[in-house]
């Protein structure tokens, strides 16, 4: 079974470039740097923001956006990748659906042979013979297959455009050509858990055990997203399904075949959290925003002379290393990694909301 961790930090350990960065970059965000040198370890490249689904919970494509979807020209991502020479992993997914991009084999390709680390999550709708093999052969290193911890009928009722037998089928004829193409490969889920699971936990293992039975290498697990620009366009009924940060928990507190990743925990480290320091989510016209649950609220361009380190960057730094957490952040699904609670306090800034210092722990971040 491919391992994630494994593959991620053997194909780094092959680049002393890349180990080099990633090394400077845990260190920056360990210290609590508020400038930083060490390129993002992680971009999150949005290749495009077009979707051929309509699931009730993406804010981007459930009829509340009004911004026109497009794609990220190959020369924009060449571009990219010329400005962040030092940055390994690629996610080349945001919010929408990667294998619409018709260049998305060149994308990866181009990865590659910079002996980058790529990754897709997708709805799992498109995966043709063709289509698939192309990206095993084009170098692809993780594949997610993106669906609920519900039932079948739940999944297709908010995943606008599912046929859920056909993506369970996908993923298994997946499993099959990576076999052949590319055995290091990882084939996967990442799989939304809403609140009410909790209180039901033996449902939980079955959606759960419905998954680890296809042969799957790893279980991406995250609650929906509470930050208010998620919360101010959901539909009423998933209001409900968030999991407040208070309420910490582990999500899957069972043994399976395949590893499972609580999302939550993989994105903090001495409780700060990873976004500011480490990453940049990179829109498909160029424009920056702050992280994956803020992309929406852009602050700046990948052309900018010090992108790494805009002023909403610094100030986002010296709040979690003062042991804070910014008011845009507040509600986000990965604060479930902070144990105890935090609470909103009178401040300077609009932008922060405190935690209390015994609520931090270090959690080690996983790479992806």
Not at 42 to 47: D, G, Y
Not at 314 to 337: D, N, S, V
Request: hydrophobic share 35%.
């Amino acid at each position: 079974m491919p391992s994630i961790n494994f593959n991620f930090l053997q194909q780094l350990a092959r680049n002393p470039r890349f180990a080099g960065n990633s090394a400077m970059n845990l260190m920056e965000i360990r210290a609590g740097k508020e400038q930083r040198k060490a390129d993002p370890t992680m971009l999150q490249i949005e290749v495009t923001s077009r979707c051929n689904f309509r699931c009730s919970y993406c804010i981007v494509h459930n009829g509340t956006e009004n911004e026109k979807p497009g794609d990220m020209s190959v020369d924009l991502f060449r571009h990219v990748l010329d400005r962040f020479p030092s940055s390994y992993y690629l996610q080349l997914h945001g919010q929408g659906e990667p294998l619409l991009h018709p260049k998305l084999e060149d994308m990866v390709a181009i990865a590659e042979k910079q002996s980058r680390f790529s990754s897709l999550v997708s709805n799992g709708s498109l995966w043709t013979e063709r289509k698939s093999k192309a990206l095993l052969s084009a170098g692809v290193d993780v594949i997610s297959i993106s669906l609920d911890l519900d039932s079948p009928e739940e999944m297709e009722a908010d995943r606008v455009g599912l046929k859920y037998l056909d993506v369970i089928r996908t993923i298994g004829k997946l499993i099959r050509w990576r076999d052949e193409i590319r055995p290091l490969t990882a084939v996967g889920v990442s799989a939304v858990f809403k609140r009410s699971l909790i209180d039901h936990p033996e449902l939980l293992k079955n959606h759960v055990k419905r998954l680890d039975d296809l042969g799957i290498d790893f279980l991406f697990v995250g609650p929906l997203a509470g930050t208010q620009s998620y919360r101010g366009r959901y539909p009423e009924q998933h209001l409900s399904e968030i999991i407040p940060p208070p309420d910490q928990r582990r999500l899957i507190p069972f043994a399976t075949h395949c590893t499972v990743y609580e999302t939550p925990a993989t994105n903090f480290v001495r409780g700060r959290c990873m976004w500011p320091w480490m990453a940049l989510y990179i829109n498909s016209d160029g424009t920056v925003s702050y992280c994956s649950n803020n992309h929406r609220v852009r602050v700046g361009h990948v052309d900018d002379p010090d992108v790494i380190n805009l002023a909403l960057h610094r100030e986002l730094r010296m709040k979690f290393a003062a042991g804070q957490i910014p008011k845009g952040c507040k509600g986000c699904q990965y604060l479930l990694a902070l144990s105890g609670s935090y609470e909103q306090e009178e401040a300077s800034s609009d932008l922060v909301t405190s935690i209390r210092p015994a609520g931090l722990r270090e959690v080690v971040a996983h790479p992806l």
